[in-house]
């Protein structure tokens, strides 16, 4: 069992930064893979960023690459995602999810576990 609490979301001006966390709790948060998902008002949750366990690989989604960067802190059970360059159309409830990679990465159904999610509004 894993159980993930995001925080750091707020409101930010386009242009601007913030810094997502996701703290784990549980024994094999090194076990699991782990990605940010993202969901608007009235779209689906859509994946933004996958990293593996050791933290050795990570793939993004196009609309967030070269602005966003995920890590992870296995001593500390802890999930990043840094967002740069922040757009109007990143504003959304961002989710961390916990999962077992196997070969799959960018699906809702490749994650077991999720936390509640934080808000992040970007403003003009």
């Known amino acids: 069992q894993v159980q993930l609490v995001e925080s750091g979301g707020g409101l930010v001006q386009a242009g601007g930064s913030l810094r997502l966390s996701c703290a784990a709790s549980g024994r094999t948060f090194s076990d699991h893979a782990m990605g940010w998902f993202r969901q608007a008002p009235g779209k689906e949750r859509e994946f933004v960023a996958f990293?593996?366990?050791?933290?050795?690989?990570?793939y993004y989604a196009d609309s967030v690459k070269g602005r966003f960067t995920v890590s992870r802190d296995n001593t500390r059970k802890q999930l990043y995602l840094q967002m740069n360059s922040l757009e109007i159309e990143d504003t959304a409830v961002y989710y961390c999810?916990?999962?077992?990679?196997?070969?799959?990465?960018?699906?809702?159904?490749?994650?077991?576990?999720w936390g509640q999610g934080t808000q992040v509004t970007v403003s003009s």
């Open positions: 999810a916990a999962g077992y990679y196997s070969g799959s990465y960018s699906l809702v159904g490749d994650y077991d576990y």
């Open positions: 990293i593996s366990w050791s933290g050795g690989v990570t």
